[in-house]
């Protein structure tokens, strides 16, 4: 590639919204541009950095059984209806109507049209396991954009889907795909750490997340120094909250009942407390009649203050009026019969209120979890409430703490969520009546996998990890470019122009990624672009060094000073 063939355009200053530091830099060395909020044309510089990691992602996707295929952007809402999650899913999902006033919405995610595709093509056991997977554009209409391509709204997404005729089957799929996860984020270059996920309001049994290790991140990571324990804070905290549970209290009684929804935890109605350590918790309770049947549900979603409303995945429960955030008055006016209810929520906390105030008067309802024997029967208002001083005394998991594993103490850092692997079951096909017939003539549900990888958002977190006080320094594997050649003085010398030429198609010819700057700029302000580029190597030729000793200037991105080489040696150097 030729510079003057290219598009090259730095800036000397980043934008005052541009907070962090690959935000800033990326800005600055032109590998994007902000069109709106969370919205960004990926210029043709960033453009080659975002192939490079799809060109990694994709071969080990297809080096471990997955097929690729490009599924649409634009979603028929009835999907989402049927998979329940057009209630769920929450302003996140942008949602419109075509001209026939039929709702669409512009896909997040891709587990309904999946679903759909594999229940209308895979009939028997025989055509199992399968996995498929793209890489697209996706539109979150996140609540707070920022960073960059970090936190956009729409941004570029690998998402694989397997499906299995089993459990045992899924498990593997899972595995494969957690080990192709690891493969692609060392090939990256990137310091990271696979981590537990607690995935209780995905609805999945297991979860982990990819976290590039950085000060910006927006994640908790608990890991253990000595040994292989690490997990997100809110599956830590859980954890802690597990293990330090009492017994259900005594008036209670305990009794199984079908999942009622997306509880994350066993949690009390009457002990709001228990929930102290959680960014949220949903409660879901229902009353149930003299035959035993559920008649009333009700949610309240209890959410830490710094918590984002938005991230809160709501089950769907049959009854529910109303989702909105709700003030100590609302929840006085919701429960109006037995106000003291409120009584203990913590001011750390926010209360979602989703029910009719027909609830409050109401007894005896049953709650609990996903989480078999761990219901609660018997449940009313306002008893047993805890002081409001207890809830203030919020514990939530801290570096010291003792380690789950029982090996030492634990540590906190922060990270960069750059993908998720999910055990989703048959959350999805059973919703959406996707089944096969299996070696019985039977139909059964298939039991799915999901595996989710933040593209664009893995250059924000590779200059996260990786810049100086000049610019980028890209890790080689995803850099724009591998190698600069800069010729000095070309246009006054002919034995520059003939050298530089010669290095260029060399370089050209032993398959090296490599960019003549040939736009003639000086000396300096020409560096200086390829530093805050940040390509890894950088070949200088000047009429100087020519004539000297025939050799040319290597520089390292990395590198403390200059080192001579003979031009016939780059390629060797580089490669
Ligand atoms: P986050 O917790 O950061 O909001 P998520 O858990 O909602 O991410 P997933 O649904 O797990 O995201 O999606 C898979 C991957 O897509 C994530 O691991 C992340 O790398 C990427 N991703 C998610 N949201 C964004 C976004 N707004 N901008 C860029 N990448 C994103
Ligand atoms: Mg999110
Ligand atoms: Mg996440
Ligand atoms: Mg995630």
């Not at 919204?17 to 994007?32: C, D, F, N």
């Not at 996860?181 to 310091?191: A, C, K, S």
């Not at 050799?551 to 001579?564: F, I, L, N, S």
Request: glycine residues 8%.
């Amino acid at each position: 590639m030729k510079a003057s063939q290219f598009f090259i355009s730095t800036l000397k200053e980043a934008p005052a919204e541009a907070e962090i530091i690959s935000h800033q830099l990326m800005m600055r060395a032109g590998l994007i541009k902000r069109i709106g909020s969370g919205i960004y044309t990926y210029m043709p510089m960033g453009l080659r950095s975002v192939r490079k990691v799809e060109q990694i992602v994709r071969e080990e996707m297809n080096k471990a059984g997955a097929i690729e295929l490009l599924m649409p952007a634009v979603q028929p809402a009835e999907l989402w209806q049927e998979s329940g999650r057009w209630e769920q899913y929450g302003p996140e999902l942008l949602r419109f109507k075509d001209r026939h006033a039929r709702d669409f919405v512009v896909g997040p995610t891709h587990e309904e049209v999946i679903t759909d595709l594999v229940r209308r093509d895979f009939k028997s056991y025989k055509q199992l396991p399968v996995n498929f997977y793209q890489v697209q554009a996706k539109f979150r209409d996140e609540i707070r954009p920022r960073f960059g391509v970090m936190r956009g709204r729409e941004f570029i997404m690998k998402d694989a889907y397997s499906f299995d005729k089993d459990e045992a089957g899924m498990k593997v799929s899972y595995d494969k795909m957690f080990n192709a996860y690891m493969t692609i984020f060392n090939r990256l270059g990137l310091n990271f750490r696979a981590v537990a996920a607690d995935n209780g309001s995905i609805g999945g049994t297991g979860s982990h997340e990819f976290h590039v290790i950085a000060e910006t991140g927006e994640d908790d990571i608990v890991y253990n120094l000595n040994s292989d324990y690490a997990a997100n804070i809110e599956a830590a905290e859980a954890v802690a909250l597990v293990s330090e549970r009492a017994e259900p209290q005594q008036t209670l009684e305990k009794q199984h009942t079908p999942n009622m929804g997306k509880c994350e935890l066993v949690a009390e109605f009457l002990n709001i407390p228990l929930v102290k350590h959680l960014k949220s918790v949903v409660l879901a309770a229902e009353q149930v009649n003299e035959n035993g049947e559920a008649v009333t549900q009700i949610v309240l979603v209890l959410l830490r203050a710094d918590h984002q409303l938005n991230e809160v995945k709501l089950s769907k429960l049959p009854g529910l009026s109303t989702t909105r955030m709700a003030t100590e008055d609302d929840i006085m006016q919701a429960f109006n019969t037995k106000p003291g209810f409120i009584g203990p929520v913590h001011p750390a906390q926010k209360v979602l209120v989703v029910a009719d105030k027909t609830v409050a008067n109401m007894s005896d309802f049953v709650c609990g979890a996903n989480e078999v024997d761990y219901h609660f029967t018997g449940v009313n208002w306002g008893r047993d409430l805890p002081e409001p001083d207890l809830v203030a005394d919020v514990r939530n998991v801290v570096a010291g703490d003792p380690a789950p594993d029982g090996n030492g103490t634990v540590d906190i850092c922060r990270g960069i969520e750059v993908g998720h692997v999910f055990q989703l079951g048959t959350k999805y096909s059973e919703a959406m009546k996707a089944t096969f017939l299996d070696e019985n003539g039977k139909p059964q549900p298939f039991v799915m996998g999901c595996y989710g990888i933040g593209v664009t958002r893995i250059l924000g977190a590779a200059i996260e990890q990786n810049f100086d006080a000049k610019g980028i320094l890209w890790p080689a594997a995803i850099a724009p470019f591998e190698v600069v050649i800069c010729p000095v003085g070309a246009d006054k010398n002919e034995q520059v122009r003939y050298e530089t030429n010669n290095l260029y198609n060399d370089l050209l010819k032993e398959g090296v990624d490599v960019i003549l700057d040939d736009r003639g700029e000086r000396p300096g302000s020409m560096f200086a672009d390829w530093e805050l580029i940040g390509v890894p190597h950088r070949v200088t030729i000047g009429d100087r060094g020519l004539k000297e000793d025939g050799m040319v200037e290597y520089r390292g991105r990395r590198d403390e000073a200059a080192t001579k080489l003979l031009p016939e040696d780059v390629a060797a150097h580089v490669l």
